[in-house]
């Protein structure tokens, strides 16, 4: 192998070509050197750009961190929040029932709780998962108070519609039973209770309800008929005047008419006369 090589210098104007001669050793170094500044170079790029990569990573770990300690904090006042609404729903629904005088509170409905995680005592995924098993508990806890509500609003409708007091300010004279007729002197059914009073006192309607009919019969004289609801009806015969209309919605105590002495009758008086499912019951049950 040769020892040394020539480099042939040729310049562009009319001087005189130029020949160098190099040895072999030296190129080698130079070669040798560039081959190691080569790697310096490769190193620490690859180096810088592992540096900036991993502060890259570093960086979006401390985003992601943060926003994991966001939402963790967001979580844990979420958690706290439904707590105290699940409490809340729980003692309401306890005094609902207790001045509703109802059963206990059924089967299955969840027991108040408190408390919250201890920091970074749980992972975000497992206070989200407490959060919506409670938000299923509050659900059940409020179709309890529905159901509660819609019980007492049945109770408080059946209350309005069932007669309850005096009709009119007098006094007996003829109770509900089988009776001698003053008329015929026969044993029949006195289908109602027969209330002395003096003419054009006011008669008040026992519940709440609808004017089923107003009308005159041979018998009961100027009547009115009033629906309750629920197979109640109740009857006001013998009425001097008439105060309502057919069709018209009323409540307890409203006045519906004037005692009078209209259609068989031996004297003012109101003829009271009470119906379930159209079957008279006796109305001193309910004075």
Known sequence: MAKRFSLIIIPESDRKIRRVHVRRGWIVSVLCFLAALLGLFSYFTYGYFNLTLDQSELQRLRVENSQQRQDLQRLVLDLENVQFELNSLAETDARVRQLASLDAEPQGLPVAIGG?????GESVD??????NKLQVEIELRRQSQEDVRNLLNDQVSISRATPKGWPTKGWITSYFGMRKSPFTGRR???????????TGTPVYATADGIVARVEYSRGYGKTVVIDHGYGYRTIFGHNSKILVKSGQRIKRGDRVSLVGNTGQST????HYELRMNGVPIDPRKTL
């Open 116 to 120: 919250l995680p201890e920091e970074g």
């Open 126 to 131: 497992e206070i989200q998962r407490q959060i």
């Open 188 to 198: 029949v059914m006195h289908e109602g209770m027969d209330i002395a009073a003096n």
């Open 267 to 270: 004297g003012p008086h109101l």
